[in-house]
């Protein structure tokens, strides 16, 4: 016995090597009745008693694995023997064994069903309907939602090949959202997989290629061509699917996955699409989304975001803090998501955007929200150490950056979208956004990208921004500025705004910058009790001190100093009784004179003439 089953293993062996090197114009000849029978035996050995032998069973998966690959004939004979319906059973089988881990017979021998099933339907439209008909939605959806990685790509790539060519049956997955959220889910993480390869360093690629039984990334194969994604992009090229599988995602009884909140598929369904459009930069960019799947989804992009802008800010606040339930977000998910998706297709597919006037409408709202947005989260810089809330994480954390790029995206070349731009005045709003934010990556180029987008041969958007750019005309609250002794004056010029203190009129009897009051006096005591003499004129003093001197006014709009003339002390009476006083100071009751600087000047310069004369008096009284 035991020789007898070490033959068929070495056998079995050389067959599987023979199968997977031949041509495959050559399978068909060792696809003999014999092969098909022996191989059907083994299939059926699942007894416990019998487990010994259950690498023979694995070795006949892989003959004919083999066998099917690209030979249309073998196929066709699989299925009509009943071999398929063997494999489809096994597969069921090996799914439900509770001993099925990571590197088990039971995970190796589902691997090894889905695979012979896989190959059977490439290019045979007879095993298609087959697996159609038979293991549709139950069969597949749990393949395809299976957490080893080899099975999910095999059985996306069944999936794949009953579809592809028979628009009834993409309208049937389209409306089964287990089905689209299981393969959203596969799509999802081909597309994680690959960006975390490009953010990688070089080589880092070959050292993640494994993957188990338990791992949700794919292999290193699918980093280059998924099946996933290949049929979630049938549902965006057709007409209206891709807005057919969006509202199935979205209905009540949609199913989803434990803990996961009720538009997370929705969401991650939205970001394959933009994945597929070229969003990212990753994905190729030549699918293309149709106008009724645009404005369909439009409207539910519209619905989400006015209701966003329903919002307060502690509403807001609510949603973005950590640790949040995740129905606290919504809709704000999806509105990102859409949002992003229409500034990708504005980008990729300016023919799609322009069919749809659903699009241009959103502009409108998009601004709307940004404007409370800038109100809930003002932009922040680390550098400004300003106390601040938790960082936001999630859908918040670089909105307005995904919002300022539709709109920077959509009024390209675009008169509509410049109109609806301008008329819901978020342009302003856009302006405000032309600054760094650390929650907003890139939130400054995209802003000015964004108006240059809306001024390009727009003069309605040209004069907006230049009936901004002009300087103010008047003081909201000049009562106020005028109750406490200021003023303001507009440059006209330069736009600058300066404040300063209030300067009473000329004609008051005091001259420009004094204060109305009786004018200080001055004295002088003496032997003729005659004043000082004044400075001949012509002469060099009269042009510092001369009343005829013409004022110098400060520059325009800047702010006047308050001086006020400190008085001197009376000089100590010399011998002989001769006396001089000096200038006296104003009436006690009185406020003391301010002073322009060009006057303070003449003043002090007058004063020290007077403090001279007197004491050449002194000096003459005393007889010296």
């Known amino acids: 016995m035991g020789g007898a089953l070490h033959e068929l293993a070495m056998s079995l062996a050389n067959a599987v090597r023979a199968s997977r090197e031949c041509e495959p114009a050559a399978r068909t000849g060792l696809c003999t009745p014999d092969v098909v029978s022996g191989c059907r035996t083994l299939l059926r050995l699942r007894d416990a008693e019998l487990r010994a032998l259950w690498p023979l069973a694995l070795d006949a998966l892989r003959l004919l694995r083999n066998l099917c690959a690209q030979v249309p004939a073998v196929q066709t004979r699989l299925l009509r023997e009943g071999m398929l319906g063997e494999v489809a059973g096994l597969l069921v089988w090996a799914r439900a064994q509770p001993d099925r881990l990571p590197g088990s017979e039971c995970a190796l021998a589902a691997r090894l069903c889905v695979q012979v099933v896989g190959n059977s339907v490439v290019g045979n439209p007879t095993v298609a309907g087959w697996l159609w008909g038979a293991h549709f939605p139950g069969l597949l959806v749990a393949l395809v939602a299976d957490a080893d990685a080899s099975v999910q790509s095999c059985a996306c790539m069944c999936l794949f090949n009953c579809i592809h060519a028979d628009n009834e049956r993409q309208r049937t997955l389209a409306r ?43 292999r290193e194969s699918e980093l280059d061509f998924s099946w996933a994604l290949a049929s979630v992009d049938v ?15 979205r209905a009540p009884a949609a199913a989803r996955e434990p803990g996961e909140a009720p538009e997370a598929a929705a969401v991650r369904f939205l970001g394959v ?25 439009g409207e539910e992009c519209a619905a989400a975001l006015c209701a966003v802008e329903q919002w307060t800010a502690e509403r807001y606040a609510r949603a973005v803090a950590p640790g949040a339930d995740l129905s606290e977000a919504e809709p704000l998910p999806f509105a990102r998501a859409a949002v992003r998706l229409f500034g990708t297709l504005a980008m990729h597919d300016r023919a799609a955007m322009g069919g749809a006037a659903r699009v241009h409408e959103l502009v409108s709202k998009v601004g709307a929200v940004l404007t409370k947005l800038l109100m809930w989260a003002p932009p922040v810089l680390a550098k400004d150490a300003r106390p601040r809330a938790a960082a936001p994480g999630g859908a918040a954390l670089g909105l307005k950056s995904v919002l300022v790029r539709f709109l920077a995206n959509v009024t390209f070349a675009d ?74 004056k507009i440059d006209r010029l330069s736009g600058r705004v300066r404040v300063r203190s209030r300067v009473p009129d000329e004609g008051d009897g005091t001259g420009p910058g004094l204060v109305p009051g009786p004018a200080p006096a001055a004295q002088a005591a003496g032997a003729n009790d005659e004043a000082p003499p004044l400075p001949s004129p012509g002469s060099r003093d009269e042009l510092l001190d001369s009343p005829r001197a013409p004022d110098v006014e400060p520059a325009r709009g800047e702010a006047t100093l308050a001086l006020v003339s400190v008085p001197h002390p009376p000089l100590p009476p010399a011998a002989g009784g001769v006396s001089v006083a000096g200038m006296q100071d104003a009436a006690p009751d009185q406020p003391p004179p301010r002073l322009r600087p060009a006057r303070f000047v003449r003043s002090a310069m007058c004063a020290v003439f007077l403090a001279a004369a007197a004491h050449s008096l002194l000096r003459r009284g005393s007889g010296r």
């Open 415 to 488: 008169p509509e979208a410049q109109r609806a731009l301008r008329e819901s005045e978020a342009l302003n709003t856009v302006l405000s956004c032309c600054r760094d934010d650390d929650d907003n990556q890139q939130l400054r180029e995209w802003a000015l990208f964004a108006v240059r987008n809306a001024c390009d041969n727009c003069a309605e958007n040209q004069e907006v921004i230049r009936q901004i750019e002009r300087v103010p005309r008047q003081v909201a609250n000049e009562e106020e500025l005028e109750a406490v002794g200021m003023e303001v």
């Open 273 to 297: 699409l933009d994945f597929l459009l070229g969003g990212d930069g990753a994905g190729k960019g030549a699918c293309t989304l149709h106008t009724d799947s645009v404005a369909a989804i």
């Open 235 to 249: 549902l965006l090229r057709s007409s209206d699917l891709a807005a057919v599988a969006l509202a199935s995602l």
């Open 176 to 218: 089964c959202p287990e089905v689209v959220a299981a393969l959203t889910l596969s799509a999802d993480g081909v597309i994680g997989a690959r960006r975390n390869i490009r953010a990688e360093p070089s080589g880092a690629r070959a050292s993640g290629a494994a993957s188990d039984a338990n791992s949700q990334c794919p």
